[in-house]
């Protein structure tokens, strides 16, 4: 059973940082892109970055570039989001999901999310 797990949510003030993680359990793990996605309170889910299978190609909202960077431990089934310089407008709840390449919406399986709070 595929599974994918978001954490390391919380509440962060504006300017602050905070790492959300994704575990991946139940499928070939390096054989998959991880894309992250978000759905603020009342908005449409948008996609905020994603990772190739290797960790070569990663891409990026222009809302969070420069900001967010994406990684990858294929040894550890994880992936990662380091997001710096938060935003009250980055306030949403973050969804990790995989598929054989990074798509812009839909991606074959989701995990539950993690809730990152900005306050200002």
């Known amino acids: 059973e595929v599974q994918l797990q978001a954490s390391g949510g919380g509440l962060v003030q504006a300017g602050g940082s905070r790492r959300v993680s994704c575990a991946a359990s139940?499928?070939?793990?390096?054989?998959?892109?991880i894309g992250w996605f978000r759905q603020a309170p009342g908005k449409e889910r948008e996609g905020v970055s994603c990772?190739?299978?290797?960790?070569?190609?990663?891409f990026y909202a222009e809302s969070v570039k420069g900001r967010f960077t994406i990684s990858r431990d294929n040894a550890k089934n994880t992936m990662y989001l380091q997001m710096n310089s938060l935003k009250p407008e980055d306030t949403a709840v973050y969804y990790c999901?995989?598929?054989?390449?990074?798509?812009?919406?839909?991606?074959?399986?989701w995990g539950k999310g993690t809730l990152v709070t900005v306050s200002s």
């Open positions: 999901a995989a598929d054989a390449i990074c798509r812009a919406h839909d991606m074959d399986y």
């Open positions: 990772i190739s299978s290797s960790g070569s190609s990663t």
């Open positions: 139940g499928f070939t793990f390096d054989d998959f892109a």
